[in-house]
C-alpha cells in the first residue's frame, strides 16, 4: 500500500494568548473539516509535527495534493475560543530537514 507523498508547512501563528500543542492541533484538523468536510480531512491528513511555543511557529504535515487548501483552510480561521488568531504560511517543503534548515537560516525566526 502507497502512503502518497508528503509535505510540510511551516505556520506562524498570532494569537492573543498562549496556545497549547494540543489546542492547535484540533484547530488545524477542525479548520479543514469546516471548510473541506470529513472526506477532506481524510485527504489532506493535516498533523502538527511541531510546534515551538517561545517563536510560536508549528510545522503541519499533510498530502502534497493538499497543501494549498490546508494554507486556505487555516487563513481562514480568524477566532480560537473567542481570541483573534491570524496564520500565517511561512514556507513549504518536501523534507522535513529542509524546512528545519530554512527556519534556522533566517535571523528573524531564530530564538
Not at 500543542?21 to 484547530?27: A, G, I, N, Y
Not at 504535515?61 to 487555516?74: D, I, K, M, N, T
Amino acid at each position: 500500500m502507497n502512503r502518497g507523498s508528503r509535505r510540510y508547512v511551516a505556520l506562524l501563528v498570532a494569537y492573543d494568548v498562549d496556545l497549547t500543542r494540543e489546542k492547535l492541533s484540533d484547530e488545524i484538523e477542525s479548520s479543514v473539516r469546516r471548510m473541506f468536510g470529513e472526506q477532506g480531512v481524510l485527504w489532506a491528513a493535516p498533523r502538527l509535527i511541531d510546534y515551538d511555543t517561545k517563536r510560536m511557529i508549528g510545522i503541519v504535515r499533510c498530502s502534497h495534493l493538499w497543501v494549498e487548501r490546508l494554507r486556505a483552510a487555516v487563513a481562514l480561521t480568524t477566532e480560537i475560543d473567542g481570541s483573534r488568531v491570524a496564520f500565517l504560511t511561512l514556507r513549504s517543503a518536501g523534507t522535513l530537514a529542509a524546512l528545519r534548515e530554512f527556519l534556522h537560516s533566517q535571523p528573524q525566526f531564530q530564538e
